[in-house]
């Protein structure tokens, strides 16, 4: 097979499994199941994640609720339920605002992150799921393709979050995959920018594919440092970013 007609197939490949992975709280559930407060609160957080509502931007609860055609007590509700997750963050006496992170903060997250995706490499590794290296494979060649993109930086960013959740579901540990979901959700919009630049993106998919080839020979070693490595040198970008455009205080 022409290697033009291998990548096709393997993108065509991938979408079989990344169409599983939705970018919302309540992933796991149907949308008609779901509460009002956490109906409100997927659609709230849909806009933080996708960039329509901006890090640090106040979250009118009356604006809301008219929207929604809602009384402010289920507004309420589901404020608390993106607090919980990390999204929102709700000031005495000043209302909610989307979370902003700190340098600090974003870095310690995201070290959590790395640490928890490492039981998740071990695990796979161990159990040796029959989709995992074709997934891996199709995923790394979706990321082979979009890397070298100028404007494929977002679609680069949540092509790995796809693999990272996807991997966690394959332990078959529900509360692992719950856990690195929120952190997920949480430093997504900042993984978008430690993979903004065409140059970050091409580092990440050739470690993305070190790693699957470690996985295929069976180094678990390596392929847990090259996993760790790429996490954070993606984390390391994304905090230099927010760190230089941090307002600085004068002397």
């Known amino acids: 097979m022409h290697p033009k007609d291998l990548a096709a197939l393997q993108d065509d490949l991938f ?13 796991d559930q149907d949308i008609p199941t779901l509460t009002v407060p956490e109906q409100i609160a997927a659609r709230l957080g849909d806009r933080i994640l996708g960039g329509q509502m901006a890090p640090g931007e106040r979250i009118g609860e009356q604006e809301l609720a008219d929207e929604f055609s ?13 607090e919980r997750e ?8 000043r209302g909610a605002i989307v979370t902003e992170l700190t340098a600090t903060e974003l870095s310690e997250l995201l070290d959590i992150r790395a640490g928890l995706f490492e039981v998740v490499v071990r ?30 930086g977002d679609a680069y960013a949540e092509t790995t979050y796809r693999l990272l959740i996807l991997c966690a579901r394959m332990t078959g540990n529900r509360r692992l995959q719950r856990m690195l979901t929120a952190l997920s959700l949480q430093t997504l919009r900042y993984s978008k920018l430690g993979l903004a630049s065409i140059e970050r993106r091409q580092r990440s998919a050739v470690l993305w594919a070190q790693a699957t080839e470690a996985l295929e020979t069976g180094d678990v070693e390596r392929l847990v440092s090259l996993t760790r490595q790429r996490i954070d040198e993606s984390a390391a970008e994304a905090v230099r970013l927010l760190a230089a455009s941090a307002p600085r205080s004068r002397p």
């Open 70 to 82: 809602v009384s402010r007590g289920p507004i309420r509700e589901a404020l608390r339920i993106l």
């Open 86 to 93: 990390g999204l929102v963050t709700i000031l005495a006496r």
């Open 123 to 152: 695990k796979l590794a161990a159990s040796q799921h029959p989709e995992l290296l074709p997934m891996l494979r199709a995923g790394v060649a979706r990321l082979q393709t979009l890397a070298p993109h100028p404007e494929a």
């Open 15 to 27: 979408s079989t499994w990344e169409g599983a992975v939705a970018f919302r709280l309540f992933a």
